[in-house]
């Protein structure tokens, strides 16, 4: 017989273990899933050889584990017949990446076996038992994300601030949890306004802060898109938006949610500029923006643009 076929004919099991905790290292739960999954790659799955792979203190919310990734590698490489490990969640937490791995696994030939569960991939049963769970796994998931958007919700209607950076212009109390301005900040907040009202360009107004030595609070220069957030932004105001956007399922942008799913809290914290001075910032500024004219208009240009009004962009129409 062929070593070809001396390999292709022997159970080699990749075992893996992974604990996400400092305590579970030091306690006895590796030991034990090694041991386990030891004896049952020996004795019910008649393993000719097996090797152990082992993560320690390493979480199960995404696959960046070296020890994982190299398992992986020598699966890719056709050096396992099976991949053994002690319960589901030891190898993955993400539904999304277990159903990649496991497409995988089962492109390869590589049966997946979890003992806990007690299902081998092997089988028919054992593969229709996997189904079942990751669905289950995937409503578990969806229901724990509904529940903890609600409590978001709930949070910042009664005024609460669900956290992310704090807007330029102010800084944030953790212990008392409110707002105060920041009065060097919120000079060149104001500066932008005056500027974008001479101008009514993002570019000159970034272009004049950057000439002045302004920068921004991380340190690097302004930028066209960073005075636009500042400007259209009504938290300047003195109120409070939540539950604005949404992430698309079809592209990587975030999209508006109906109105009537806002979150809009009043008087929240300190205004920095009057509702009346955004709201004209606001109009100019979807007035200004490239593409907002109507298709065929004609208006003044600096340089001549062929296209200019008669292209337009398929995913958000500008």
Known sequence: ?????????????????????????????????????????????????????EDAGFSA??????????????VRAGEFSHVLVWKLDRISRNLLDFAAMY?????LGVTFVSKNEQFDTSSAMGEAMLKIILVFAELERKMTGERVTAV??????????????????????KNTETFSINEEEAAVVLRMYDLYEQHHSLLQVAKALNASGVRHRSGKEWNPTTVSIILKSPFYTGTYRYNQRAMSKRNSHQDLKPEAEWVIVPDHHPAIVTPERWRAIAESLVQNRRGWQSAGKTYARKNVHVFAGLLTCGVCGS
Request: proline residues 3%; aromatic residues 12%.
């Open 1 to 53: 017989m062929s070593k070809l076929t001396d390999r292709l004919n022997t159970t080699r099991v990749a075992i893996y273990v992974r604990v996400s905790t400092r305590y579970q290292v030091d306690q006895d739960s590796l030991p034990l899933q090694r041991e386990d999954l030891t004896n049952y790659a020996r004795y019910v799955l008649n393993a000719d050889s097996y090797e152990i792979f």
């Open 61 to 74: 919310k995404n696959t960046d584990r070296p020890d994982y990734q190299h398992m992986m590698t020598r």
């Open 103 to 107: 497409e995988e696994l089962r492109r």
């Open 152 to 173: 978001m919700i709930s949070r910042a209607g009664n005024g609460q601030w669900n956290g992310g950076k704090v807007p330029y212009g102010y800084t944030y109390d």
